[in-house]
């Protein structure tokens, strides 16, 4: 219980006055990842019940994206910008870290998270027309699950940064842990709570294949880039992970 508060603390910015003190081996907070999802999910779920009470759907669709990245302080939006920016950059390895580590806005990233917002606003907008506002509170659990992927077997270029804290320190076991409770979760939640139909529940399912998929072709490309994976990736992994799920679900359910 401690290392899931500790994570969901680092995680997002929802406010949990809880010290658990240090941990020496907080990397095995990733079997966590999906869990600290499911609680983004279900606050952004009842955000959006709650606002479609007051207001149409595409001002709930806005309104559940803006929940999100307040939720989480922007943190994986900011890895999405500095990794485009870098990524995109067409320099040497060493000129791209440096660019993401620059604080300043570039081109690419505001390309990047313009175009990922308004595509997240109107993926949530048909979804909520098509009423399957239910299907939100899995797309933060599929993302963070899906991001294990970038800490699975990787190395990262940078000697210090907030990423190296879980790069490469994904196990078989967490990884494994992590895929089955994710599925359990999301078949007893689509189905004993929203009474999805079984169709339903497996094309939920099949958005952790199609992540998975995405995510090991996306760091084999930034490998081609940069040798390895950063703290910056890894934000920029779950922001696409967000997208992805949500137009497999536009493209399977709807």
Same mark, same amino acid.
């Given at each position: 219980?401690?290392r899931f508060?500790s994570?969901?603390?680092?995680?997002?910015?929802i406010p949990i006055n809880?010290?658990?003190?240090?941990d020496?081996?907080?990397?095995?907070?990733?079997?966590?990842?999906?869990?600290?999802g499911?609680?983004?999910g279900?606050l952004i779920y009842?955000?959006?019940?709650?606002?479609?009470?007051?207001?149409?759907? %595409? +001002?709930? $669709? @806005?309104?559940?994206?803006?929940? /999100?990245?307040i939720?989480?302080?922007?943190?994986?939006?900011?890895? &999405? =910008?500095?990794?485009?920016?870098?990524?995109y950059?067409?320099?040497d390895?060493?000129?791209?870290?440096?660019?993401?580590?620059?604080?300043?806005?570039?081109t690419?990233?505001?390309?990047?998270?313009?175009?990922?917002?308004?595509?997240?606003?109107? %993926? +949530?907008y $048909? @979804?909520i027309?098509?009423?399957? /506002?239910?299907?939100?509170?899995?797309?933060?659990?599929?993302?963070? &699950? =899906?991001?294990?992927?970038m800490?699975y077997?990787?190395?990262?270029?940078?000697?210090?940064?907030?990423?190296?804290?879980?790069?490469?320190?994904?196990?078989?076991?967490?990884?494994t842990i992590?895929?089955?409770?994710t599925?359990?979760?999301?078949?007893?939640i689509?189905?004993?709570?929203?009474?999805?139909s079984?169709?339903?529940?497996m094309?939920?399912?099949?958005?952790?294949?199609?992540?998975f998929?995405?995510?090991?072709?996306?760091?084999?490309h930034?490998?081609k880039?940069?040798?390895?994976?950063?703290g910056?990736?890894?934000?920029?992994?779950i922001?696409?992970?967000?997208?992805?799920?949500l137009?497999?679900i536009?493209l399977l359910?709807?």
């Amino acid at each position: 219980m401690k290392r899931f508060i500790s994570i969901l603390q680092f995680m997002t910015r929802i406010p949990i006055n809880i010290d658990t003190g240090f941990d020496e081996e907080f990397h095995k907070t990733i079997t966590y990842f999906p869990l600290v999802g499911l609680v983004l999910g279900v606050l952004i779920y009842i955000i959006g019940l709650v606002s479609g009470i007051f207001f149409d759907s %595409f +001002i709930t $669709s @806005i309104i559940v994206t803006l929940a /999100l990245v307040i939720l989480t302080g922007g943190l994986h939006i900011d890895g &999405l =910008g500095d990794t485009f920016d870098a990524i995109y950059s067409y320099r040497d390895k060493e000129r791209m870290l440096e660019i993401m580590k620059d604080s300043r806005l570039g081109t690419n990233s505001l390309l990047a998270i313009m175009f990922l917002i308004l595509l997240k606003i109107g %993926f +949530i907008y $048909s @979804i909520i027309n098509n009423n399957l /506002l239910w299907t939100v509170i899995f797309m933060p659990v599929v993302a963070r &699950l =899906g991001v294990i992927v970038m800490m699975y077997k990787t190395v990262t270029p940078r000697e210090n940064g907030m990423g190296n804290l879980f790069i490469g320190k994904a196990s078989t076991s967490m990884f494994t842990i992590a895929i089955l409770y994710t599925i359990i979760l999301m078949i007893g939640i689509s189905k004993l709570i929203f009474l999805a139909s079984t169709f339903e529940a497996m094309m939920l399912i099949s958005t952790i294949i199609i992540l998975f998929i995405f995510n090991n072709l996306f760091k084999k490309h930034i490998y081609k880039k940069i040798d390895g994976v950063t703290g910056d990736i890894l934000g920029c992994t779950i922001e696409l992970g967000e997208l992805i799920y949500l137009f497999c679900i536009y493209l399977l359910l709807i």
